[in-house]
C-alpha cells in the first residue's frame, strides 16, 4: 500500500471541521433549548456540573484577578497545581478568557462543538495519509470526532482535549518522519503536555508504540540522523510545555491518589472476571451513562471511559483490516492495544502504572481503528470478501450480549428475577440501539456492493444520521437520568451567587458549610467551604481529613456529626436549600442560629465560631492522639495542638501535655468552652489574600499560632519581617512559632517548581525560535533551486 504524495491531493479540512461541528450543535441546540426554556444554561449531569461548569468560570475569573493561592479550593489550596489537571493548559480555556466570568456557563455548548470538529478535523489531517482517499478520509474524521469515546466524555468536557488534539501531534510526527518536515512536532507535543500533563502521559507511552510498530513494518526508515533530530525535537516540545507539568508533578508526589501501585497478580489479573467481559463488550455495544452500569456490574466501569465504540461500522471494518493486512503497522498497533487493555500493568502504562483502573487512553487506539476501518470499506475486494464475515461475528456477539438480560437469576431476598442488568428497560434501549447499528450497517453495505460508487456517501449520510440517533439516546440517558436531581441546578448554583453574597458578610475570613446543596458552593461563592469536590487539592487536605474521620478522595463530605471539625476548621454559616431546612434542624447542633435567608438558601451562623488563627495551652503528641476514636479526634484538636515529639521539644515552648482528665472530657459542653478559650486566644487582624494570608498575634509568651490551612511547601512565613519555619501539624495544617508581644505574621504563597519550569520553558521556546529560524533559511535555497 503506497502512499499517495499529500501535495497532490487538496485537503478537505475546513469541509470535515464544518461538518463535525454542525453535527455537534444539532446534537446539543435541543437539549439546550430545553435548559433555556426550564430558566438557565445547558447542564447536564454530574461531574459536568458539579465541576466543570464552576472550575471554568472561577478559574477565568482568577486568572483575570491574578494570584497564587486559591481559598475557595477546599480548605485552600495553590492555584495553579489545583486547576493546571482541569483547564489552565488548555487552548480551549484560553480561548473564552475574554469573556466576563460570569458568562462562562454559556460557552460551555459552543466550546463542545469547538472540540468535536477539532477532533474530526485533526483526524481527517492525520489519515488522509494513509487512507489515500479524501472521501473515505473524511467518514475517519467523523468516525473519530463522534466515536463512543467521545460521546461518553461529554460528561467530563476536559477529557476532550486531549482527543481534539493527540492528531495534530500525530500527524507532524509522521510528516516529520516520512516528508522530512520539521518543526511542527515540538509545537504539537507542547500544545499536548501544556494542555493535560495526565492524558499526555498516555500520548507519549503510545507514541512510542506507534514509533516501534511503523519501524518494524518499515514505514519509518530511520537513519541516525534522523533520530537524532526527532529526539531533539521531542526534547524542545517537552521542554517548552513543561511550564504546568513540574510544579504539578511535585505536588502530585504528594498525592496519597497517584501512588497506588500493583500488589502481585494484581499486575496480571483483573480482580473480578466481569473486566474482561466489559472490555470485550465496549467495543460492540453503544456506551452507558458514565454513572450508570447496566452490564457487569461487578466490574469497574463507572466513570473511566470504558467504550471504544464506532457508531454504525463499529468494529468490523478494523477486525477485516486486521485479517488482510497483518503485516500492516496499524495491525500490529491494535494488537499491542488489545494486549494492553486486558492486561492490567499493560493497561495502566498509560497513566503512570497506578492501580486504580482506566480506560482514558482509548481514544488513541480509536484513532487508529477509524483510519483502519476506513482503509478496508475503501477497497473494494475487501468490501465484498471480508467485512461481511467480520459484520457477522459483530452481529453474534451484540446479539450475545442479550443473554445478561435473560440468564436466571435471583433477588437479594431469593425471589426469581429475570437478567442481572442492573435496568432492563435502559439495557434494551441500549442494546436495541446498538443492534440497529449493525444492522444498518449491513443494509449500507449491502446497497454498496451494488453502487460501489456512491457507497461512501451513502455511508457518511448513513453515520451522521446515526450518530445523531445514537448520541442523542446518550445525552438523554445521561441528562435526564438525574433530571428532577439538577432541574434546579442554576438557579440553586449561578442563579443565586449574587443574592448569596449579599447575605454573607464581605468583610473578614471565614468558611462555609453547605448542607445537601449541590456540589462546590464555595466554588461558586468564591469562599472557603469544608464541603469540595475537586481532585487535585492541596496534597495535605488528604493528610489531615481521614485523621478526623473524614473520608477524602475525590471530595471533602465531613459528616454533620463532626461538629467539632466546625469550630477547628473555622465555619461559620451553612448554607442549607429551603426544602432541607427541617432535616438541617433536626440534626444540628445548638451552635447554629437561623440568619438571614435568600430565594433558595437558608444562612445560620454558627454561634460559637472560632475565627481563623489561635493559640493552644496543651498539646498532644501522635501516639495518644491516634488511640481516640476518629469521630472525636477534632473534640481533642480544639483542646490541644498535635505535634510531634521532635516538634514538641523544639518547638512546645509553653505548651504542656495535654492532661488524661481534659482528654477524656469530649462532650458538647466542653466543646463549647473550648471554642470560647480559642477565642479568647486568636490573632487579629486576619486577612486572606490571593498570595497567602495576614495576621496579629497578641501574646504572653513565646508560643505557637495554628492556622487551618493546609501546608504546602509553597508557603514561606515572616514574623515582624524575619522568616520563620512552618511546622507541620493536626497531620496537614499549619503553625508558628511567635515571641511574645505584639507580632505580625505574614505567609506568602509561591507555586513549587514554577520558578524552575518558566524559565525552562522560555529558554526551550528561545531555542526553538531560533530551530524554526535555521530550518526556514535552510529551506530558502532548496525553494530557489526548484
Same mark, same amino acid.
Given at each position: 500500500?503506497?502512499?499517495?504524495?499529500?501535495? *497532490?491531493?487538496?485537503?478537505?479540512?475546513?469541509?470535515?471541521?464544518?461538518?463535525?461541528?454542525?453535527?455537534? *450543535?444539532?446534537?446539543?441546540?435541543?437539549? &439546550?433549548?430545553?435548559?433555556?426554556?426550564?430558566?438557565?444554561?445547558?447542564?447536564?449531569?454530574?461531574?459536568? !456540573? =458539579? %465541576?466543570?461548569?464552576?472550575?471554568?468560570?472561577?478559574?477565568?475569573?482568577?486568572?483575570?484577578?491574578?494570584?497564587?493561592?486559591?481559598?475557595?479550593?477546599?480548605?485552600?489550596?495553590?492555584?495553579?497545581?489545583?486547576?493546571?489537571?482541569?483547564?489552565?493548559?488548555?487552548?480551549?480555556?484560553?480561548?473564552?478568557?475574554?469573556?466576563?466570568?460570569?458568562?462562562?456557563?454559556?460557552?460551555?455548548?459552543?466550546?463542545?462543538?469547538?472540540?468535536?470538529?477539532?477532533?474530526?478535523?485533526?483526524?481527517?489531517?492525520?489519515? /488522509?495519509?494513509?487512507?489515500?482517499?479524501?472521501?473515505?478520509?473524511?467518514?475517519?474524521?467523523?468516525?473519530?470526532?463522534? &466515536?463512543?469515546?467521545?460521546?461518553? !466524555?461529554?460528561?467530563?468536557?476536559?477529557?476532550?482535549?486531549?482527543?481534539?488534539?493527540?492528531?495534530?501531534?500525530?500527524?507532524?510526527? =509522521?510528516?516529520?518522519?516520512?516528508?522530512?518536515?520539521?518543526? /511542527?512536532?515540538?509545537?504539537?507535543?507542547?500544545? !499536548?503536555?501544556?494542555?493535560?500533563?495526565?492524558?499526555?502521559?498516555?500520548?507519549?507511552?503510545?507514541?512510542?508504540?506507534?514509533?516501534?510498530?511503523?519501524?518494524?513494518?518499515?514505514?519509518?526508515?530511520?537513519?541516525?540522523?534522523?533520530?537524532?533530530?526527532?529526539?531533539?525535537?521531542?526534547?524542545?516540545?517537552?521542554?517548552?510545555?513543561?511550564?504546568?507539568?513540574?510544579?504539578?508533578?511535585?505536588?502530585?508526589?504528594?498525592?496519597?491518589?497517584?501512588?497506588?501501585?500493583?500488589?502481585?497478580?494484581?499486575?496480571?489479573?483483573?480482580?473480578?472476571?466481569?473486566?474482561?467481559?466489559?472490555?470485550?463488550?465496549?467495543?460492540?455495544?453503544?456506551?452507558?451513562?458514565?454513572?450508570?452500569?447496566?452490564?457487569?456490574?461487578?466490574?469497574?466501569?463507572?466513570?473511566?471511559?470504558?467504550?471504544?465504540?464506532?457508531?454504525?461500522?463499529?468494529?468490523?471494518?478494523?477486525?477485516?483490516?486486521?485479517?488482510?493486512?497483518?503485516?500492516?503497522?496499524?495491525? /500490529?498497533?491494535?494488537?499491542?492495544?488489545?494486549?494492553?487493555?486486558?492486561?492490567?500493568?499493560? !493497561?495502566?502504562?498509560?497513566?503512570?502504572?497506578?492501580?486504580?483502573?482506566?480506560?482514558?487512553?482509548?481514544?488513541?487506539?480509536?484513532?487508529?481503528?477509524?483510519?483502519?476501518?476506513?482503509?478496508?470499506?475503501?477497497?473494494?475486494?475487501?468490501?465484498?470478501?471480508?467485512?461481511?464475515?467480520?459484520?457477522?461475528?459483530?452481529?453474534?456477539?451484540?446479539? $450475545?450480549?442479550?443473554?445478561?438480560? @435473560?440468564?436466571?437469576?435471583?433477588?437479594?431476598?431469593?425471589?426469581?428475577?429475570?437478567?442481572?442488568?442492573?435496568?432492563?428497560? /435502559?439495557?434494551?434501549?441500549?442494546?436495541?440501539? $446498538?443492534?440497529?447499528?449493525?444492522?444498518?450497517?449491513?443494509?449500507? @453495505?449491502?446497497?454498496?456492493?451494488?453502487?460501489?460508487?456512491?457507497?461512501?456517501?451513502?455511508?457518511?449520510?448513513?453515520?451522521?444520521?446515526?450518530?445523531?440517533?445514537?448520541?442523542?439516546?446518550?445525552?438523554?440517558?445521561?441528562?435526564?437520568?438525574?433530571?428532577?436531581?439538577?432541574?434546579?441546578?442554576?438557579?440553586?448554583?449561578?442563579?443565586?451567587?449574587?443574592?448569596?453574597? =449579599?447575605?454573607?458578610?464581605?468583610?473578614?475570613?471565614?468558611?462555609?458549610?453547605?448542607?445537601?446543596?449541590?456540589?462546590?458552593?464555595?466554588?461558586?461563592?468564591?469562599?472557603?467551604?469544608? %464541603?469540595?469536590?475537586?481532585?487535585?487539592?492541596?496534597?495535605?487536605?488528604?493528610?489531615?481529613?481521614?485523621?478526623?474521620?473524614?473520608?477524602?478522595?475525590?471530595?471533602?463530605?465531613?459528616?454533620?456529626? @463532626?461538629?467539632?471539625?466546625?469550630?477547628?476548621?473555622?465555619?461559620?454559616?451553612?448554607?442549607?436549600?429551603?426544602?432541607?431546612?427541617?432535616?438541617?434542624?433536626?440534626?444540628?447542633?445548638?451552635?447554629?442560629?437561623?440568619?438571614?435567608?435568600?430565594?433558595?438558601? *437558608?444562612?445560620?451562623?454558627?454561634?460559637?465560631?472560632?475565627?481563623?488563627?489561635?493559640?493552644?495551652?496543651?498539646?498532644?503528641?501522635?501516639?495518644?492522639?491516634?488511640?481516640?476514636?476518629?469521630?472525636?479526634?477534632?473534640?481533642?484538636?480544639?483542646?490541644?495542638?498535635?505535634?510531634?515529639?521532635? %516538634?514538641?521539644?523544639?518547638?512546645?515552648?509553653?505548651?504542656?501535655?495535654?492532661?488524661?482528665?481534659? @482528654?477524656?472530657?469530649?462532650?458538647?459542653?466542653?466543646?463549647?468552652?473550648?471554642?470560647?478559650?480559642?477565642?479568647?486566644?486568636?490573632?487579629?487582624?486576619?486577612?486572606?489574600?490571593?498570595?497567602?494570608?495576614?495576621?496579629?498575634?497578641?501574646?504572653?509568651?513565646?508560643?505557637?499560632?495554628?492556622?487551618?490551612?493546609?501546608?504546602?511547601?509553597?508557603?514561606?512565613?515572616?514574623?515582624?519581617? %524575619?522568616? +520563620?519555619?512552618?511546622?507541620?501539624?493536626?497531620?496537614?495544617?499549619?503553625?508558628?512559632?511567635?515571641?511574645?508581644?505584639?507580632?505580625?505574621?505574614?505567609?506568602?504563597?509561591?507555586?513549587?517548581?514554577?520558578?524552575?519550569?518558566?524559565? +525552562?520553558?522560555?529558554?526551550?521556546?528561545? *531555542?526553538?525560535?531560533?530551530?524554526?529560524?535555521?530550518?526556514?533559511?535552510?529551506?530558502?535555497?532548496?525553494?530557489?533551486?526548484?
Amino acid at each position: 500500500m503506497s502512499l499517495l504524495p499529500l501535495r *497532490a491531493r487538496r485537503t478537505c479540512y475546513w469541509q470535515v471541521f464544518g461538518l463535525c461541528l454542525v453535527l455537534a *450543535a444539532v446534537l446539543f441546540v435541543p437539549h &439546550c433549548i430545553i435548559d433555556g426554556v426550564t430558566g438557565g444554561f445547558f447542564h447536564y449531569a454530574g461531574d459536568f !456540573n =458539579d %465541576q466543570m461548569i464552576p472550575f471554568y468560570a472561577y478559574a477565568n475569573d482568577f486568572v483575570k484577578q491574578g494570584g497564587s493561592f486559591s481559598w475557595a479550593t477546599d480548605l485552600g489550596s495553590g492555584f495553579l497545581n489545583a486547576y493546571s489537571y482541569y483547564c489552565l493548559g488548555s487552548p480551549f480555556f484560553w480561548l473564552t478568557i475574554l469573556i466576563p466570568a460570569r458568562w462562562m456557563p454559556f460557552t460551555m455548548v459552543p466550546m463542545l462543538c469547538l472540540k468535536f470538529a477539532v477532533a474530526g478535523g485533526g483526524a481527517y489531517l492525520w489519515m /488522509r495519509r494513509w487512507v489515500r482517499s479524501e472521501e473515505w478520509s473524511i467518514i475517519g474524521g467523523v468516525l473519530y470526532a463522534f &466515536c463512543g469515546f467521545n460521546i461518553y !466524555n461529554i460528561f467530563f468536557y476536559f477529557f476532550l482535549d486531549a482527543p481534539a488534539l493527540f492528531p495534530y501531534m500525530l500527524n507532524a510526527l =509522521d510528516e516529520a518522519v516520512l516528508d522530512r518536515k520539521y518543526g /511542527r512536532f515540538p509545537f504539537w507535543a507542547a500544545l !499536548n503536555l501544556l494542555n493535560n500533563y495526565f492524558f499526555f502521559a498516555g500520548q507519549a507511552v503510545f507514541l512510542v508504540v506507534y514509533f516501534v510498530c511503523m519501524c518494524l513494518s518499515k514505514r519509518y526508515r530511520l537513519t541516525l540522523r534522523l533520530f537524532g533530530r526527532l529526539a531533539l525535537e521531542t526534547l524542545l516540545g517537552c521542554a517548552m510545555g513543561c511550564v504546568l507539568l513540574l510544579p504539578a508533578g511535585l505536588s502530585l508526589l504528594q498525592n496519597p491518589r497517584t501512588i497506588d501501585p500493583f500488589n502481585g497478580y494484581g499486575y496480571l489479573v483483573y480482580g473480578n472476571p466481569q473486566q474482561y467481559l466489559a472490555i470485550l463488550y465496549s467495543a460492540f455495544m453503544a456506551p452507558d451513562a458514565p454513572y450508570l452500569t447496566d452490564l457487569f456490574t461487578q466490574g469497574i466501569t463507572k466513570w473511566t471511559s470504558l467504550t471504544a465504540y464506532l457508531p454504525v461500522v463499529g468494529i468490523v471494518a478494523g477486525l477485516a483490516f486486521c485479517r488482510v493486512w497483518r503485516r500492516h503497522p496499524f495491525t /500490529r498497533i491494535l494488537k499491542v492495544c488489545v494486549v494492553c487493555a486486558f492486561v492490567p500493568v499493560l !493497561n495502566s502504562a498509560f497513566y503512570a502504572l497506578n492501580s486504580s483502573y482506566y480506560a482514558r487512553w482509548y481514544y488513541m487506539p480509536i484513532l487508529i481503528l477509524c483510519a483502519a476501518s476506513a482503509m478496508a470499506l475503501r477497497h473494494e475486494g475487501v468490501r465484498e470478501t471480508e467485512v461481511p464475515r467480520a459484520l457477522g461475528l459483530a452481529a453474534v456477539v451484540t446479539v $450475545s450480549a442479550a443473554a445478561f438480560a @435473560l440468564v436466571p437469576n435471583t433477588d437479594e431476598d431469593g425471589n426469581f428475577v429475570l437478567g442481572v442488568v442492573d435496568n432492563q428497560y /435502559r439495557f434494551w434501549g441500549l442494546f436495541i440501539l $446498538s443492534l440497529l447499528g449493525v444492522g444498518l450497517f449491513a443494509l449500507l @453495505l449491502r446497497y454498496g456492493l451494488r453502487r460501489p460508487r456512491r457507497f461512501s456517501s451513502v455511508l457518511l449520510a448513513g453515520i451522521l444520521g446515526f450518530t445523531f440517533v445514537y448520541g442523542t439516546v446518550h445525552i438523554s440517558i445521561c441528562k435526564y437520568g438525574q433530571w428532577d436531581h439538577d432541574l434546579d441546578y442554576p438557579a440553586e448554583t449561578w442563579g443565586d451567587v449574587d443574592e448569596l453574597n =449579599d447575605a454573607l458578610p464581605s468583610d473578614g475570613f471565614y468558611r462555609l458549610d453547605a448542607y445537601e446543596c449541590y456540589n462546590n458552593m464555595g466554588i461558586w461563592l468564591d469562599k472557603s467551604c469544608i %464541603q469540595c469536590f475537586h481532585s487535585t487539592v492541596a496534597p495535605h487536605i488528604l493528610e489531615f481529613y481521614p485523621s478526623v474521620g473524614v473520608t477524602r478522595d475525590v471530595s471533602s463530605k465531613p459528616d454533620m456529626d @463532626l461538629y467539632a471539625l466546625r469550630g477547628l476548621l473555622s465555619v461559620r454559616y451553612t448554607l442549607v436549600p429551603e426544602d432541607k431546612v427541617s432535616a438541617w434542624e433536626a440534626d444540628m447542633t445548638r451552635s447554629w442560629a437561623l440568619v438571614s435567608s435568600t430565594e433558595h438558601y *437558608a444562612v445560620y451562623e454558627n454561634q460559637d465560631w472560632v475565627p481563623m488563627g489561635f493559640t493552644y495551652e496543651y498539646y498532644i503528641t501522635p501516639d495518644r492522639f491516634e488511640n481516640l476514636p476518629e469521630n472525636e479526634r477534632a473534640q481533642v484538636l480544639m483542646k490541644a495542638l498535635l505535634l510531634t515529639e521532635e %516538634q514538641a521539644e523544639t518547638w512546645g515552648g509553653s505548651l504542656q501535655p495535654l492532661p488524661e482528665d481534659l @482528654l477524656e472530657s469530649r462532650d458538647y459542653e466542653t466543646y463549647v468552652q473550648d471554642c470560647a478559650d480559642r477565642r479568647s486566644s486568636g490573632v487579629t487582624g486576619f486577612t486572606a489574600t490571593r498570595t497567602g494570608f495576614s495576621a496579629v498575634s497578641s501574646q504572653q509568651e513565646d508560643t505557637l499560632v495554628f492556622f487551618s490551612v493546609p501546608y504546602d511547601d509553597g508557603f514561606t512565613a515572616t514574623v515582624n519581617g %524575619q522568616e +520563620v519555619p512552618i511546622l507541620n501539624v493536626d497531620n496537614g495544617l499549619m503553625a508558628v512559632p511567635v515571641p511574645a508581644g505584639e507580632s505580625e505574621i505574614l505567609f506568602t504563597y509561591r507555586t513549587p517548581g514554577l520558578s524552575v519550569s518558566v524559565p +525552562v520553558s522560555l529558554t526551550a521556546l528561545a *531555542a526553538y525560535a531560533v530551530y524554526l529560524l535555521v530550518l526556514r533559511r535552510r529551506k530558502q535555497p532548496e525553494n530557489h533551486l526548484s
